[in-house]
């Protein structure tokens, strides 16, 4: 079982940048999959950015390819997401998200929010313009 902690959200002016850090528990926290998801008000939970287990392979949602970087640091059991070149419409609860890899052979990217098994509270990103 892993315990996720998001932190890093704020606002921030149109066109800035934030890094989000997610800690995660446990000691087998390099054998997880991560995502970030967002939910913004009135809006279903939507995939922003994913990473494999071992950390080679990411994925990203259109409307943030380019300008989002997921990352991860095994040693520091943290997931990154640095945001940059950020947009009003990027203004959102975003969620840390892991499910347990399926093997060492796993390289399947998690883009759905029902793949994930664990959750971090959320942290608050606004982006005024």
């Known amino acids: 079982q892993v315990q996720l902690v998001e932190s890093g959200g704020g606002l921030v002016q149109a066109g800035g940048s934030l890094r989000l850090s997610c800690a995660a528990s446990g000691r087998t926290f390099s054998l997880y999959n991560m995502g970030w998801f967002r939910q913004a008000p009135g809006k279903e939970r939507e995939f922003v950015a994913a990473i494999t287990w071992s950390g080679g392979s990411t994925g990203y949602a259109d409307s943030v390819k380019g300008r989002f970087t997921i990352a991860r640091d095994n040693a520091k059991n943290t997931v990154y997401l640095q945001m940059n070149s950020l947009k009003p419409e990027d203004t959102a609860v975003y969620y840390c998200?892991?499910?347990?890899?399926?093997?060492?052979?796993?390289?399947?990217?998690?883009?759905?929010?029902?793949?994930?098994?664990?959750w971090g509270q959320g942290t608050q990103v606004t982006v005024s313009s």
């Open positions: 998200a892991a499910v347990y890899y399926s093997g060492i052979f796993d390289t399947r990217l998690r883009l759905r929010p029902l793949e994930y098994d664990y």
